[in-house]
């Protein structure tokens, strides 16, 4: 779903309406159009979304990024979709840049051939509940095998976790296969096991965010910038790790992710100017959403 914010100018997330223009995807055209597509990891979506709607507020038209460019106004389209679709879209050519939120493939690296990557920035999956809910007066954190169980749907009430809480029914959100957070929870801490198929499957980490804050009785793994940025979600440690950007820099938690821009082939002049200023100015719009700016990183 491509969604213009030159037009619209506002930034949708959260609570905020979406508008679509179109769910039909489409080879990308020349950029003599001054048209760029961008799309993928909905972790990263805030954060492009709001430097595309900066940089074409700022710029107007490319003349003005670059006097070398032609004089068409500046027309940025973000979608989401997951770190899979992201990284297949740049693949077939449907979009510009793609964004991903874990790292690529052998597989993915080689049908992309000649290609790119940009750090935006880092951040983690952390487990995280309303601070309501059952589990937030039991526990502070989880281990690798506790949070599996949970995971496994091994434990289908909060008694069955712990004796000493209510027989209420423990529900379990999750993103779908094509998200980067799925791939790490199931390569770094399911392994063998397989995530409950009782779980209920969100679109976005918008959705997951959503539902985790209206529903006491949830447990889900999400970005660390959604959860650390809610007064309503409380973020748990793993293997007696905090979940903060302090230890997420260390390399003391485990589930730390980066967060990237991709291109097939080589940039083209606008492409480079915008991740340009993503990893400039831009950086500010990363750490304002609690995620690693890339200063950090390095």
């Known amino acids: 779903m491509w969604i213009n914010w030159q037009r619209v100018r506002i930034v949708l997330w959260g609570f905020l309406t979406v508008f679509v223009l179109s769910c039909q995807p489409q080879l990308v055209e020349s950029e003599q159009d001054g048209v760029l597509r961008i799309g993928g990891s909905t972790t990263l979506l805030p954060v492009i979304s709001t430097a595309a709607r900066d940089f074409m507020e700022k ?29 297949r879209s740049a693949i077939n050519g449907t979009v510009d840049i793609g964004l991903a939120s874990r790292d690529l493939k052998d ?18 999956v952390v487990i995280a509940t309303n601070v309501n809910n059952p589990i937030a007066v039991l526990k502070d954190g989880f ?15 909060f008694q069955s976790f712990d004796n000493s809480l209510p027989p209420e029914e423990l529900v379990l959100f999750v993103r779908d296969s094509g998200a980067g957070s799925t791939e790490i929870i199931q390569n770094q801490i399911m392994g063998e096991r397989q995530i409950s198929p009782d779980a209920l499957q969100l679109s976005s980490q918008g959705a997951l965010l959503k539902k985790l804050e209206s529903n006491e ?11 650390l940025g809610s007064d309503v979600l409380k ?20 589930l730390v992710r980066p967060l990237l821009m ?32 890339v200063i950090a990183v390095e």
């Open 59 to 87: 710029y107007e038209a490319w003349d003005k990024v670059d006097p070398s460019l032609p004089d068409n106004e500046i027309v940025i389209f973000v979608s989401g979709g997951g770190s899979s679709f992201g990284i």
């Open 107 to 124: 597989k993915e690296k080689e049908l992309l051939g000649n290609h790119q990557t940009f750090l935006v920035g880092k951040d983690a």
């Open 143 to 157: 281990t690798h095998d506790e949070l599996a169980l949970i995971m496994s749907g091994a434990h289908d009430t």
């Open 217 to 227: 009785h949830g447990l889900a793994y999400i970005s660390s910038g959604l959860a």
């Open 235 to 254: 973020a748990y440690s793993l293997d007696g790790v905090e979940p903060t950007n302090e230890n997420f820099i260390s390399g003391q938690y485990s």
């Open 262 to 293: 991709l291109v097939k082939g080589e940039p083209s002049v606008m492409q480079l100017h915008f991740i340009d200023y993503v990893l400039n100015e831009g950086q500010k719009i990363v750490e304002s959403n609690n995620y690693v700016p």
